[in-house]
T-cell receptor
Framework: QQQVKQSPQSLIVQKGGIPIINCAYENTAFDYFPWYQQFPGKGPALLIA?????SEKKEGRFTISFNKSAKQFSLHIMDSQPGDSATYFC???????????FGKGTHLIIQP | GAGVSQSPSNKVTEKGKDVELRCDPISGHTALYWYRQSLGQGLEFLIY????????KSGLPSDRFSAERTGGSVSTLTIQRTQQEDSAVYLCASSIEAGNQPQHFGDGTRLSIL
């Protein structure tokens, strides 16, 4: 059972565009939702995270939108650059002894 | 070091051999996590340590897998009698404490079983 569904699998955007990656979760006990960026050969790096008591969080060019009633959250990348080309993972956690439950990832390419 | 350190970075071994993977978390981080990343399964959570204790080992894929943590710091993940399906990248992460705190990942060990 896939508890966090991520879409799209791949995405190509022109430089300066706003890629949007969407995730949906099933477990209402999740209360922490981070996004990770991963480059080839490297481990995932935390970008930004949100908790369900807020509907939006911005950090630099990255914004998370969160819809608790729909059990969905999304990542927006403003003014995207070729250096943003990477695989992005959404995740969710209940905290405590649970690890992160990850989506399947989105391979993002920003074309110059 | 400043980040999570994992060794070896690459490991190639023959089917049936035992392997030991090491994780050195960020200094002062009490919580430590192991994950596995493979093409077919994506990123899977394996096990969590708070200090030296792992309260739930049910995420380990089989009884060939074991993990321990000593001195509240370094952790080792051991795979006995390796199988080809064990081929994956094994990632370690640490956080300052348990609960919903940022987890910081190492670059992983790429394990290939011939």
């Amino acid at each position: 059972q896939q508890q966090v569904k991520q879409s799209p699998q791949s995405l190509i955007v022109q430089k300066g565009g706003i890629p949007i990656i969407n995730c949906a979760y099933e477990n209402t006990a999740f209360d922490y939702f981070p996004w990770y960026q991963q480059f080839p050969g490297k481990g995932p790096a935390l970008l930004i995270a949100i908790r369900p008591d807020v509907s939006e969080k911005k950090e630099g060019r990255f914004t998370i939108s969160f819809n608790k009633s729909a059990k969905q959250f999304s990542l927006h990348i403003m003014d995207s650059q070729p250096g943003d080309s990477a695989t992005y993972f959404c995740a969710a956690s209940r905290g405590g002894a649970d690890g992160l439950t990850f989506g399947k990832g989105t391979h993002l390419i920003i074309q110059p | 070091g400043a980040g999570v350190s994992q060794s070896p970075s690459n490991k190639v071994t023959e089917k049936g051999k035992d392997v030991e993977l090491r994780c050195d978390p960020i200094s002062g981080h009490t919580a430590l996590y192991w994950y596995r990343q493979s093409l077919g399964q994506g990123l899977e959570f394996l096990i969590y340590f708070q200090g030296n204790s792992a309260p739930d080992k049910s995420g380990l894929p089989s009884d060939r897998f074991s993990a321990e943590r000593t001195g509240g710091s370094v952790s080792t993940l051991t795979i006995q009698r390796t199988q080809q399906e064990d081929s994956a990248v094994y990632l370690c992460a640490s956080s300052i404490e348990a609960g919903n705190q940022p987890q910081h990942f190492g670059d992983g060990t790429r394990l290939s079983i011939l």
